[in-house]
Protein backbone atom coordinates (compact mmCIF):
# COMPACT_ATOMS: atom_id res chain seq x y z
CA UNK A 1 0.00 0.00 0.00
CA UNK A 2 1.50 3.37 -0.56
CA UNK A 3 2.79 5.52 1.67
CA UNK A 4 3.40 2.34 4.22
CA UNK A 5 6.56 0.58 4.48
CA UNK A 6 6.91 -2.91 4.01
CA UNK A 7 4.60 -5.48 5.95
CA UNK A 8 6.21 -7.21 9.47
CA UNK A 9 4.87 -9.67 11.27
CA UNK A 10 6.05 -10.40 15.10
CA UNK A 11 6.92 -14.10 15.25
CA UNK A 12 8.27 -14.59 18.47
CA UNK A 13 9.34 -12.04 21.78
CA UNK A 14 13.11 -10.39 19.66
CA UNK A 15 12.14 -11.82 15.86
CA UNK A 16 9.91 -10.74 12.87
CA UNK A 17 9.36 -12.20 9.76
CA UNK A 18 10.15 -9.95 6.38
CA UNK A 19 10.87 -10.71 3.32
CA UNK A 20 10.20 -14.56 3.82
CA UNK A 21 12.94 -14.67 6.53
CA UNK A 22 13.05 -14.28 9.79
CA UNK A 23 15.38 -11.28 11.78
CA UNK A 24 16.37 -10.50 15.26
CA UNK A 25 13.63 -7.17 16.14
CA UNK A 26 15.10 -3.84 17.51
CA UNK A 27 11.61 -2.11 16.28
CA UNK A 28 8.39 -0.59 18.33
CA UNK A 29 8.17 -0.03 21.65
CA UNK A 30 7.46 -3.27 23.49
CA UNK A 31 9.92 -2.57 25.70
CA UNK A 32 9.03 -6.03 28.36
CA UNK A 33 6.93 -7.87 25.60
CA UNK A 34 4.08 -7.94 27.68
CA UNK A 35 1.77 -7.63 24.20
CA UNK A 36 3.10 -11.36 24.33
CA UNK A 37 2.78 -12.78 28.06
CA UNK A 38 0.82 -15.33 28.98
CA UNK A 39 -0.80 -13.77 32.10
CA UNK A 40 -1.82 -10.15 29.87
CA UNK A 41 -2.99 -12.67 26.77
CA UNK A 42 -5.16 -14.40 29.51
CA UNK A 43 -6.58 -11.09 31.12
CA UNK A 44 -7.68 -9.90 27.72
CA UNK A 45 -9.03 -12.96 26.77
CA UNK A 46 -11.16 -13.44 30.02
CA UNK A 47 -12.44 -10.34 29.56
CA UNK A 48 -13.68 -10.74 25.80
CA UNK A 49 -15.24 -14.11 27.22
CA UNK A 50 -17.03 -12.19 30.15
CA UNK A 51 -17.88 -8.66 29.12
CA UNK A 52 -17.34 -8.99 25.30
CA UNK A 53 -14.98 -6.32 22.91
CA UNK A 54 -16.16 -2.89 23.83
CA UNK A 55 -18.99 -0.77 25.44
CA UNK A 56 -20.29 0.72 22.09
CA UNK A 57 -21.10 3.99 24.10
CA UNK A 58 -19.42 6.69 25.48
CA UNK A 59 -18.51 6.63 29.30
CA UNK A 60 -20.53 9.20 29.97
CA UNK A 61 -23.95 7.94 28.41
CA UNK A 62 -24.33 3.92 29.06
CA UNK A 63 -20.41 2.79 28.22
CA UNK A 64 -19.31 3.39 31.89
CA UNK A 65 -18.01 -0.40 32.16
CA UNK A 66 -16.27 -1.46 36.17
CA UNK A 67 -13.19 -2.37 34.40
CA UNK A 68 -12.18 1.28 33.63
CA UNK A 69 -12.85 2.76 36.97
CA UNK A 70 -10.34 -0.36 38.26
CA UNK A 71 -7.57 0.73 35.99
CA UNK A 72 -7.52 3.89 36.98
CA UNK A 73 -7.40 3.32 40.48
CA UNK A 74 -4.55 1.16 39.37
CA UNK A 75 -2.72 4.23 37.81
CA UNK A 76 -3.50 6.36 40.27
CA UNK A 77 -2.08 4.38 43.20
CA UNK A 78 0.75 3.17 41.29
CA UNK A 79 1.98 6.72 39.81
CA UNK A 80 1.21 8.61 43.22
CA UNK A 81 -1.08 10.79 41.40
CA UNK A 82 -4.44 11.95 42.88
CA UNK A 83 -6.59 10.94 39.45
CA UNK A 84 -5.74 9.03 36.65
CA UNK A 85 -8.33 9.26 33.81
CA UNK A 86 -8.49 6.64 30.70
CA UNK A 87 -8.15 7.82 26.79
CA UNK A 88 -9.04 6.55 23.91
CA UNK A 89 -5.37 6.63 22.56
CA UNK A 90 -2.15 7.89 23.77
CA UNK A 91 -1.82 10.86 21.52
CA UNK A 92 -5.28 12.12 22.19
CA UNK A 93 -3.80 12.53 25.79
CA UNK A 94 -2.63 16.04 24.99
CA UNK A 95 -5.10 17.66 23.01
CA UNK A 96 -7.57 16.49 25.47
CA UNK A 97 -5.42 18.10 28.75
CA UNK A 98 -4.83 21.36 26.61
CA UNK A 99 -8.56 21.69 25.71
CA UNK A 100 -9.52 21.54 29.77
CA UNK A 101 -6.77 24.35 30.76
CA UNK A 102 -7.00 26.11 27.31
CA UNK A 103 -8.29 29.76 29.33
CA UNK A 104 -5.71 29.15 32.50
CA UNK A 105 -2.62 29.46 30.28
CA UNK A 106 -1.17 32.58 29.06
CA UNK A 107 1.81 31.52 27.23
CA UNK A 108 3.13 28.02 26.42
CA UNK A 109 6.70 27.15 26.14
CA UNK A 110 7.46 23.50 23.97
CA UNK A 111 9.98 21.92 23.81
CA UNK A 112 12.06 22.42 20.09
CA UNK A 113 11.91 18.87 19.91
CA UNK A 114 8.73 18.10 21.45
CA UNK A 115 6.43 15.38 20.30
CA UNK A 116 3.77 15.69 17.26
CA UNK A 117 0.85 14.89 19.97
CA UNK A 118 2.59 18.42 22.09
CA UNK A 119 2.81 20.16 18.81
CA UNK A 120 -0.99 19.78 18.25
CA UNK A 121 -1.78 20.33 22.13
CA UNK A 122 -0.07 23.54 21.86
CA UNK A 123 -1.91 24.87 19.33
CA UNK A 124 -5.28 24.54 21.47
CA UNK A 125 -4.30 26.47 24.21
CA UNK A 126 -5.90 29.80 22.48
CA UNK A 127 -2.57 31.39 23.80
CA UNK A 128 1.14 32.11 22.03
CA UNK A 129 3.33 29.27 21.80
CA UNK A 130 7.17 30.08 22.12
CA UNK A 131 9.65 27.13 21.29
CA UNK A 132 12.69 26.84 23.36
CA UNK A 133 15.73 25.15 22.83
CA UNK A 134 15.92 21.62 23.17
CA UNK A 135 16.32 20.44 27.07
CA UNK A 136 18.04 23.82 27.99
CA UNK A 137 16.56 25.49 31.14
CA UNK A 138 19.21 28.04 30.43
CA UNK A 139 16.90 28.83 27.62
CA UNK A 140 14.37 28.76 29.13
CA UNK A 141 14.56 30.86 31.77
CA UNK A 142 15.60 33.92 29.26
CA UNK A 143 11.80 33.67 27.87
CA UNK A 144 10.39 33.33 31.11
CA UNK A 145 12.23 36.47 32.64
CA UNK A 146 10.07 37.94 30.07
CA UNK A 147 6.50 37.43 31.28
CA UNK A 148 4.47 39.41 33.21
CA UNK A 149 4.33 39.54 36.79
CA UNK A 150 0.65 37.66 36.76
CA UNK A 151 1.74 35.23 33.81
CA UNK A 152 0.29 31.69 33.52
CA UNK A 153 2.85 29.53 31.68
CA UNK A 154 2.49 26.25 30.93
CA UNK A 155 5.84 24.07 29.56
CA UNK A 156 5.27 21.50 27.37
CA UNK A 157 7.84 18.79 26.94
CA UNK A 158 8.32 14.76 26.16
CA UNK A 159 9.62 13.00 29.50
CA UNK A 160 11.84 10.88 27.30
CA UNK A 161 12.42 12.24 23.83
CA UNK A 162 11.92 9.32 21.27
CA UNK A 163 14.10 10.30 18.35
CA UNK A 164 17.11 9.88 20.79
CA UNK A 165 16.11 8.19 24.16
CA UNK A 166 17.36 11.68 26.13
CA UNK A 167 15.25 12.92 29.12
CA UNK A 168 13.99 16.29 30.19
CA UNK A 169 15.83 17.91 32.81
CA UNK A 170 12.68 18.49 34.85
CA UNK A 171 13.94 19.39 37.95
CA UNK A 172 15.30 22.34 36.52
CA UNK A 173 12.02 23.22 34.52
CA UNK A 174 10.29 22.81 38.05
CA UNK A 175 12.86 25.66 39.76
CA UNK A 176 11.85 28.18 36.69
CA UNK A 177 8.53 27.41 36.87
CA UNK A 178 6.33 30.35 38.74
CA UNK A 179 3.95 29.47 41.66
CA UNK A 180 0.55 29.69 39.25
CA UNK A 181 2.18 28.31 36.16
CA UNK A 182 2.16 24.20 35.04
CA UNK A 183 4.67 21.64 33.65
CA UNK A 184 2.83 19.12 31.04
CA UNK A 185 5.18 15.73 31.03
CA UNK A 186 4.13 13.36 28.14
CA UNK A 187 5.72 10.04 29.20
CA UNK A 188 4.84 8.05 26.82
CA UNK A 189 8.33 6.18 26.86
CA UNK A 190 9.09 6.28 30.80
CA UNK A 191 6.02 5.20 32.32
CA UNK A 192 7.11 1.38 33.02
CA UNK A 193 10.54 1.62 32.20
CA UNK A 194 12.06 4.38 34.24
CA UNK A 195 12.62 5.10 37.84
CA UNK A 196 13.47 2.27 40.78
CA UNK A 197 9.88 0.81 40.65
CA UNK A 198 8.79 1.71 36.80
CA UNK A 199 6.83 4.75 37.89
CA UNK A 200 8.32 6.64 34.57
CA UNK A 201 10.40 10.27 34.09
CA UNK A 202 9.55 11.60 37.50
CA UNK A 203 10.42 9.37 39.29
CA UNK A 204 13.78 8.88 37.71
CA UNK A 205 14.28 12.40 38.07
CA UNK A 206 13.25 12.56 41.83
CA UNK A 207 10.23 15.13 41.51
CA UNK A 208 7.00 15.52 42.88
CA UNK A 209 4.59 18.66 42.49
CA UNK A 210 1.42 19.73 42.19
CA UNK A 211 1.90 21.94 39.52
CA UNK A 212 2.81 18.61 37.04
CA UNK A 213 0.34 17.14 34.60
CA UNK A 214 1.79 13.85 33.53
CA UNK A 215 0.03 12.08 30.34
CA UNK A 216 1.12 8.38 29.41
CA UNK A 217 -0.08 5.36 26.98
CA UNK A 218 -0.65 2.05 27.54
CA UNK A 219 0.89 0.83 24.38
CA UNK A 220 4.26 0.54 24.72
CA UNK A 221 5.93 -0.34 28.08
CA UNK A 222 2.07 -1.75 29.15
CA UNK A 223 1.88 -3.55 25.70
CA UNK A 224 -2.11 -3.03 25.72
CA UNK A 225 -3.33 0.08 23.45
CA UNK A 226 -5.35 3.69 25.24
CA UNK A 227 -3.42 6.76 27.13
CA UNK A 228 -4.06 8.59 30.37
CA UNK A 229 -3.61 11.49 31.93
CA UNK A 230 -2.43 11.95 36.07
CA UNK A 231 -2.99 14.85 37.74
CA UNK A 232 -5.43 16.22 40.71
CA UNK A 233 -9.11 16.27 40.93
CA UNK A 234 -9.92 19.59 39.72
CA UNK A 235 -8.36 18.82 36.27
CA UNK A 236 -9.70 15.34 35.46
CA UNK A 237 -13.36 16.43 36.77
CA UNK A 238 -12.74 19.35 34.58
CA UNK A 239 -12.20 16.78 31.74
CA UNK A 240 -14.88 14.56 32.19
CA UNK A 241 -17.51 17.54 32.43
CA UNK A 242 -16.41 19.69 29.79
CA UNK A 243 -13.84 18.00 27.17
CA UNK A 244 -16.21 16.88 23.89
CA UNK A 245 -13.02 14.89 22.66
CA UNK A 246 -13.54 12.74 26.06
CA UNK A 247 -17.33 12.67 25.97
CA UNK A 248 -18.12 11.91 22.70
CA UNK A 249 -15.62 9.16 22.31
CA UNK A 250 -16.26 5.29 22.91
CA UNK A 251 -13.19 4.16 25.71
CA UNK A 252 -10.69 1.15 24.51
CA UNK A 253 -12.17 -2.00 23.94
CA UNK A 254 -12.46 -3.88 27.35
CA UNK A 255 -9.87 -6.52 26.86
CA UNK A 256 -7.42 -3.88 26.12
CA UNK A 257 -7.94 -2.55 29.70
CA UNK A 258 -7.71 -6.00 31.11
CA UNK A 259 -4.33 -6.61 29.54
CA UNK A 260 -3.36 -3.14 30.85
CA UNK A 261 -4.09 -4.23 34.20
CA UNK A 262 -2.49 -7.15 33.90
CA UNK A 263 0.54 -5.29 32.07
CA UNK A 264 0.99 -2.87 35.00
CA UNK A 265 0.75 -5.63 37.93
CA UNK A 266 3.76 -6.99 36.08
CA UNK A 267 5.65 -4.03 35.61
CA UNK A 268 4.92 -3.42 39.53
CA UNK A 269 5.97 -6.83 40.84
CA UNK A 270 8.62 -7.66 38.53
CA UNK A 271 11.52 -6.35 39.81
CA UNK A 272 13.97 -8.73 37.87
CA UNK A 273 12.15 -7.43 34.46
CA UNK A 274 13.06 -4.02 34.77
CA UNK A 275 16.13 -4.86 36.06
CA UNK A 276 16.75 -7.27 32.78
CA UNK A 277 15.87 -4.47 30.80
CA UNK A 278 18.15 -1.40 32.73
CA UNK A 279 21.32 -4.00 32.18
CA UNK A 280 20.29 -4.38 28.33
CA UNK A 281 20.00 -0.60 27.83
CA UNK A 282 23.12 -0.01 29.56
CA UNK A 283 25.20 -2.38 27.65
CA UNK A 284 24.23 -1.49 23.88
CA UNK A 285 25.07 2.12 25.29
CA UNK A 286 28.53 1.87 26.60
CA UNK A 287 29.14 0.19 23.45
CA UNK A 288 27.51 2.44 21.52
CA UNK A 289 29.90 5.02 23.03
CA UNK A 290 32.72 3.17 22.33
CA UNK A 291 32.32 3.19 18.57
CA UNK A 292 31.92 7.19 18.51
CA UNK A 293 28.15 7.32 18.62
CA UNK A 294 26.46 10.54 20.44
CA UNK A 295 24.08 8.70 22.52
CA UNK A 296 22.85 10.19 25.29
CA UNK A 297 23.57 8.74 28.97
CA UNK A 298 20.43 8.09 29.69
CA UNK A 299 18.57 4.53 30.95
CA UNK A 300 15.57 5.07 28.27
CA UNK A 301 16.07 1.67 25.90
CA UNK A 302 16.23 3.43 23.10
CA UNK A 303 19.14 4.27 20.55
CA UNK A 304 19.12 6.68 18.09
CA UNK A 305 21.66 6.35 15.26
CA UNK A 306 21.62 9.90 13.10
CA UNK A 307 24.57 9.03 10.20
CA UNK A 308 25.47 12.20 7.90
CA UNK A 309 25.81 10.54 4.32
CA UNK A 310 23.90 8.15 2.38
CA UNK A 311 26.19 5.77 1.97
CA UNK A 312 27.26 5.18 5.78
CA UNK A 313 23.29 4.35 6.40
CA UNK A 314 23.73 2.03 3.40
CA UNK A 315 26.46 0.78 5.33
CA UNK A 316 24.94 0.57 8.64
CA UNK A 317 21.72 -1.26 6.35
CA UNK A 318 24.18 -4.00 5.14
CA UNK A 319 25.81 -4.68 8.33
CA UNK A 320 22.69 -5.14 10.09
CA UNK A 321 21.28 -7.64 7.58
CA UNK A 322 24.45 -9.46 7.39
CA UNK A 323 23.59 -10.14 11.09
CA UNK A 324 20.88 -11.15 10.58
CA UNK A 325 18.96 -7.69 12.51
CA UNK A 326 15.79 -6.23 11.15
CA UNK A 327 17.17 -2.31 10.09
CA UNK A 328 15.02 -0.16 12.04
CA UNK A 329 15.36 3.07 9.87
CA UNK A 330 12.46 5.20 10.09
CA UNK A 331 11.10 8.54 9.29
CA UNK A 332 8.94 10.00 12.10
CA UNK A 333 7.64 13.76 12.90
CA UNK A 334 10.13 15.61 15.16
CA UNK A 335 13.32 12.86 13.86
CA UNK A 336 15.99 14.12 11.35
CA UNK A 337 13.87 14.66 8.26
CA UNK A 338 16.24 12.42 6.28
CA UNK A 339 15.03 9.33 8.30
CA UNK A 340 16.95 7.24 11.53
CA UNK A 341 18.18 4.19 12.89
CA UNK A 342 16.46 3.78 15.91
CA UNK A 343 16.70 0.73 18.02
CA UNK A 344 14.50 -0.59 20.79
CA UNK A 345 15.94 -2.24 23.72
CA UNK A 346 13.71 -5.27 25.25
CA UNK A 347 13.94 -7.02 28.79
CA UNK A 348 13.62 -10.17 26.97
CA UNK A 349 16.79 -9.50 24.31
CA UNK A 350 18.96 -12.27 24.50
CA UNK A 351 23.21 -11.46 25.13
CA UNK A 352 23.99 -13.10 21.77
CA UNK A 353 21.06 -10.73 20.00
CA UNK A 354 22.51 -7.46 21.79
CA UNK A 355 26.19 -8.61 20.40
CA UNK A 356 25.07 -8.93 17.29
CA UNK A 357 23.53 -5.13 17.19
CA UNK A 358 26.23 -3.98 19.03
CA UNK A 359 28.76 -5.53 16.57
CA UNK A 360 26.93 -3.81 13.73
CA UNK A 361 27.51 -0.40 15.11
CA UNK A 362 31.02 -0.92 15.54
CA UNK A 363 31.55 -2.35 11.85
CA UNK A 364 30.09 1.42 10.62
CA UNK A 365 32.36 3.05 13.45
CA UNK A 366 35.41 1.26 11.81
Not at 155 to 171: E, K, N, R, Y
Request: charged share 25%; proline share 6%; glycine share 10%.
Amino acid sequence: MNGFPERLRQVDLTRVEWRGRRWFYFGGCDYFRLSRHPRVIAAAREALETHGFGVAASRLTTGNHPLFAELETWLARFFHAERALLVDSGYATNSIVARALAGDVTRAFLDAHAHASLRDAASELDCAVVEFQHCEPDDLRRRLRRLPARARPLILTDGVFSHDGSLAPLAAYLELLPKAGRLLVDDAHGVGTLGKHGRGTLEECGVRDPRIVCTGTLSKAFGSFGGFVLGNRALIDRIVTSSRWFGASTPIPLPAAAAALAAGQLIEGDQPMRARLRANTAKLKATAHAAGFAVPDSPAPMIGVVLPEPATNAHLRRALLARGVYPSHIRYPGGPPGGYFRFAISSEHRPEELDRLADALRAVAR
